[in-house]
């Protein structure tokens, strides 16, 4: 029924000269659309590098660790601060003592790497590297020349490859008095030749006097049992 010119069509009537309602976009295109927006090239040129952004993460590890580790030790942060400070301490006196590492004894080597030389020029070598503070070339070259000696003396066999274990273990035959010396003097040669040990003033000195005791020891002759 018209009044006035005004078409009334229920709950949908239209008033003469009302807008059009606006258009509407779903919500996930609407999302998606955003999304698209801001993945764009320009709006990351400020973002931080790969490295940086793992960089970033480790650094929040560590003081999460520290953070943790903290409220586990007695006295907070000083006090894991304190226990990393013995433990610095500990690998440093171990360092000292034990030298710097170079590598580990798989094996022992054998005594003699370079050409035949006598009993005296291996002395005289350890003496010159004695003399200027090379004390694990020192002790190197007096191990050879206590064992070139015993070859000399003919109380063992020139053989080349010889270990000094071997050399001392053989030696020990005909110096059972000197066995436990001559076992102490190999074991040294291998720790500051194969071991990564360093040798001292101290070590050099025992060295060198058992070679010189050697010299002067009456050998134990022993012969072919019946």
Do not use: N
Not at 88 to 111: E, I, K, Q, S
Not at 168 to 184: I, K, T, Y
Not at 187 to 208: C, P
């Amino acid at each position: 029924m018209g009044t006035g010119g005004l078409i009334v069509t229920g709950a949908t009537a239209l008033l003469p000269g009302a807008e059009t309602p606006p258009l509407t976009t779903p919500r996930e295109a609407a999302r998606e659309a955003a999304e698209r927006e801001l993945a764009k090239r320009a709006y990351h040129e400020d973002d931080p590098g790969l490295f940086e952004r793992g960089l970033e993460r480790l650094w929040d590890w560590i003081a999460d660790l520290f953070d943790g580790a903290s409220s586990l030790t007695p006295g907070g942060g000083f006090g894991l601060l304190a226990v990393a400070l013995l433990v610095v301490l500990a690998v440093a006196a171990l360092w000292w003592r034990l030298g710097t590492p170079r590598r580990t004894a798989t094996g022992t080597g054998v005594l003699f790497d370079d050409g035949l030389r006598g009993a005296a020029d291996h002395r005289t070598a350890a003496d010159a590297h004695a003399a200027a503070g090379r004390w694990t070339e020192a002790v190197q070259e007096r191990m050879r020349a206590l064992v070139r000696s015993l070859e000399e003396r003919t109380l063992l066999d020139p053989r080349p490859g010889r270990t000094a274990d071997e050399a001392a273990a053989e030696a020990s035959v005909s110096l059972p008095a000197h066995a436990g010396d001559l076992r102490a003097a190999a074991r040294t040669f291998d720790d500051v030749t194969y071991g990564g040990r360093t040798a001292d003033a101290d070590t050099y000195a025992r060295l060198r006097t058992l070679d010189l005791t050697l010299e002067r020891t009456k050998p134990l002759l022993t012969g072919p049992t019946a």
